[in-house]
Structure formats: C-alpha cells, structure tokens
C-alpha cells in the first residue's frame, strides 16, 4: 500500500487509504543523513496525534528481522514500535518516512459498545421499574402514614398480592382501626362522665339560686363554677389531642387576630400593651384555636401578674424567620424546674398565688401551636417576670 502512495507520496490517495483503515498517519522528509527527518512542507498531509513526537519512538524492531525469522519478503524497510503505549509502525520508502498509528476502535466494537450501552440502560429502566413495581405497597404505606398525619383515620392501604410487603399493609390497616376504636372509646368515655358530672352540677347551680343568702353561698357557687370550668378545660383539651385532628386553616393578618383576641377582654384592654412589627402580615391559622392559645397566654399574664401595674403586660408581634406572638408579663415568674414541666396536664406551679386554675391552659396553648406546625417557648425569672412565645411558622 506505502509503494502505491509513490514518491513524493500522493497526498490525497494516503488520506483516503488512511481513513479507511481509521489509522494517523504522519509524513517525514528524509533530509539529512540516515536519520534526521522534517515536516515535509504543508502540502503534505500531517494529522498524527499531538502527544506523539518522533523523537519518542524509543523501541523498535526492523523488518529484515522479520523477513529473517519467519522467511518474508517485506518490500520496504518498515520499523516496528511503540510510543506513549500506542503501537505505532514506520515504513521507509527511501526519501519519505510514514508514521503510522493505530488508535481506533472498530466499528463492530464500537457497534457492541453501542449495543450494550442500549441494553444496561434498558436493564436499568426494566429494573427501576419492576423494583417500583415491588415496592408500590411500600409507597402506598408511606402515603397512608401522610394521611394519617392530616387526620385521615379512615382509609386503608390498598393490598396487593400475598408477600410480606401485603402482610404489613394489612397489619397497618388494622393497627390504625385499633388505634381508631381506642380513640374513639377514650373520647366517649370522657364525653359520658363529664355529662354525668355536669347533670349533678347543674342542679346545684338550681339549687344555689334558689337558697336564701348565706355568707358561705358565693363561695359555694365559686366552687361549682370551678368545676364546670374544669370539665370543659378537659373537654376541649382532649379534642385538641386527638391526634392529626384537622385544622380549619385561613389566613389572617396579624392585626385581625390581635384585635378579635383582644375583644374577649373588654375590662383588662388598658393592661395590654400591644407593639405589632408586621400588621399586615399574613398566617395560616385556625382563628378559634389559635385565638384560644393566645387569650390563655394573656389570662395567665393577667392571673399572675400584680394588678397595680397599670399596662403591664405587653403583648408584640414580630418577625424572626417565623412569626412570634411574645406575652410578656413582669409578674411573679416561675422557676427553671417548673418551666420544663408547665405544659403537662394539671400542672400548676406558684400555688401560694390566689388565682385558681386547672393547669390545663399551657397544655392546651401547646397543643394547639403545634397542630399548626409550630411551637410554644417561655422564659421567665422568679420575680421579675415571664415571657411566654407562640412560634408559628410564615405562610
Ligand atoms: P392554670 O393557669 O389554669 O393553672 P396553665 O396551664 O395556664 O394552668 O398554667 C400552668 C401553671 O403555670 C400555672 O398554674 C402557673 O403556676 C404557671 N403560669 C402560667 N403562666 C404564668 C405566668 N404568666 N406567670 C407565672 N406563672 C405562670
């Protein structure tokens, strides 16, 4: 083929046979004695790749090595050898040195190359989708706990086959209609005992109204009032933890919300001082509850704080990456130790204070900012003072 391509080399012919073969090939002037060799000129075709230099070339075998050891007739003097690893093949046709390289991937290799890259990728998808395939009753457990999250109590996860996967859906289907008859139950049975108790209650009410005065009858009346408080703190508080009850979420601007709290209070509106960074900024909120949570925060300011104040609770609004309602209060503060347990049922703290409670109001305001993804914090100092915060996060 190097004989065919003549002397000086036919350019154009060396470029198509070269191609063919899919090889580089680099043409060298033999200048200067036996060795030295130079780019012919630019109208010689030259496309060898660039990390190859022809100094390089440091192992080699020659032809007539060849043609002595296995009996052949090599036209031309040709060089074997390798550069940078890459086997690369001189033939000397006298004045013209060619450097051939061979550096390619076959076309049927690169078709097999193709081919299985298609196939791993069919693979692939074939097994995404038959692992989604498999795992769809996982999934339908993962959307069945969201709902479950959002109060849904009702539905059911969907069987599908006999595997263990179908077990679990089934024991979770019936672990939650457990958990919903317990629910249930509780609620009835709290539902039944406080009508029991209010019927007694109600009579004594009748009945005080109708006795004579006596200077122990408002005390007694003070008493039945406390207790019929007490049944429905525990009423509403036991609605409130039903778990993943379901708000009824609206948005509101700060300033509404402050102003319908601030209606429940006619008579104590002076004591508020209210400093509302952010009036115009909306929440997402159930207004009853989330009301409910504030006005116990400013009960409690006013229960426990001392009434010669004047305007001594402050109420603000601010934002700090959520939205904070702060009740701040310089009344008689509670302890470190009785502040990690103020959200418990019926934990009062300061009882030698005169106001009566049922220690329900913090559990319930708990409760209720959280149901609203957010929480409730408090600060306080014996004495000075306390500072109760509903985080509630921006819309
Ligand atoms: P209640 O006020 O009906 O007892 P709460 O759950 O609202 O129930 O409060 C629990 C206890 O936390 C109260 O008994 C009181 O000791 C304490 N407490 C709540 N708010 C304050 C406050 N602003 N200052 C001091 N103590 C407070």
Partial sequence: MVKGWENPPDTNLVKKEIDNLHMWCGIFHRERGETDVAFPGEEYWSNLPSNISINDFYSWTISSDFEYMYNLDIPLEVFFGEIND??????????????LVIDYIPPSELNNLIIAFILAIVFIIGLYLFIRRYLKPVQLMKNRIESLETGDLHSKIKIIGEDELA??????????????????????????VSHELRSPLARMQLLIAMMPDHKNLSKLKEEVEFLEGMIENLLLSDRLSLPYSKLDLQKFSTKDIIAKVMDMFPSNRDRVKIENYIPDVLINIDETKFSLA??????????????????????????????????????????????????????????????????????????????????????????????????IPKI
């Fill in 294 to 391: 504030l006005r116990n925060l400013l009960d409690n300011g006013f229960k426990y704080s001392k009434l010669d104040d004047g305007e001594d609770i402050q109420l603000k609004v601010v934002q700090n990456g959520e939205i904070e309602f702060q009740v701040k209060d310089s009344g008689i503060g509670i302890s470190q130790e009785d502040i990690k347990k103020l959200t418990q049922p019926f934990f009062q703290a300061n009882q030698t204070v005169s106001t009566r409670g049922f220690g329900l109001g913090l559990t319930i305001c708990k409760k209720i900012i959280e149901s609203h993804k957010g929480h409730l914090s408090i600060k306080s100092k014996p004495g000075e003072g306390s500072v109760f915060i509903l985080h």
């Fill in 167 to 192: 077990d679990l859906s089934f024991s979770m289907n019936k672990l939650i209609k457990e958990i919903n008859t317990l629910l249930e139950n509780k609620h009835q049975l709290l539902l039944e």
């Fill in 86 to 99: 890459m086997p690369v093949t001189v033939v000397d046709n006298g004045s013209y040195l060619f450097y």
